[in-house]
């Protein structure tokens, strides 16, 4: 079972990588069948409610390879974000995995403006390495303000 404590780190490190754009990084701290989803609405069923996204890995390393391009006119000039990670809670998911609950706040800055947006995240966390490394097998994060006008959205969370 991890700690709090381990956990945390990992999401800290998860923060500073993408407000660091250390992107491939951050790549590597998902599994190969990771799944990372942004709901539009309150339901879990994406079938319901279209998803802003709903990335399995290889579309991560899509949506990576885009922000790397020079030619990304969305990310031109590239966006400088704050991470902060707050409220975190483990909760064992079985023998070999963990729940794990927090709130992020996420400053942009970019061109002349300032934008903010809160969120709840849950992450389901397995061990790889005998139990020594962690890796994110699904991310949601669930915007309080996911029903209002989300312009440019391009940045990472």
């Not at 404590?5 to 993408?18: Q, S, V």
């Not at 070999?96 to 609950?101: E, I, L």
């Amino acid at each position: 079972m991890a700690t709090r404590p381990e956990i945390e780190d990992l999401l800290y490190h998860e923060a500073r990588l993408l407000d660091e754009r250390r992107f491939e990084e951050w790549l590597d701290l998902f599994t190969q069948n990771a799944r990372y989803v942004m709901p539009s609405g309150d339901s879990e069923d994406t079938g319901i409610e279209t998803p802003i996204l709903d990335d399995d890995r290889l579309t991560l390393e899509d949506r990576v390879l885009r922000l790397r391009n020079p030619a990304s006119y969305a990310q031109s000039p590239p966006s400088r974000t704050v991470h902060l990670v707050q409220n975190v809670q483990v909760e064992p998911d079985g023998p070999a995995a963990v729940n794990v609950h927090c709130v992020l706040v996420v400053y942009e800055a970019r061109l002349e403006s300032v934008r903010s947006f809160a969120a709840r995240c849950f992450y389901r966390l397995i061990p790889e390495d005998g139990g020594t490394t962690w890796r994110i097998a699904m991310k949601r994060v669930e915007l309080v303000n996911r029903d209002q006008h989300l312009y440019n959205l391009t940045f990472l969370f």
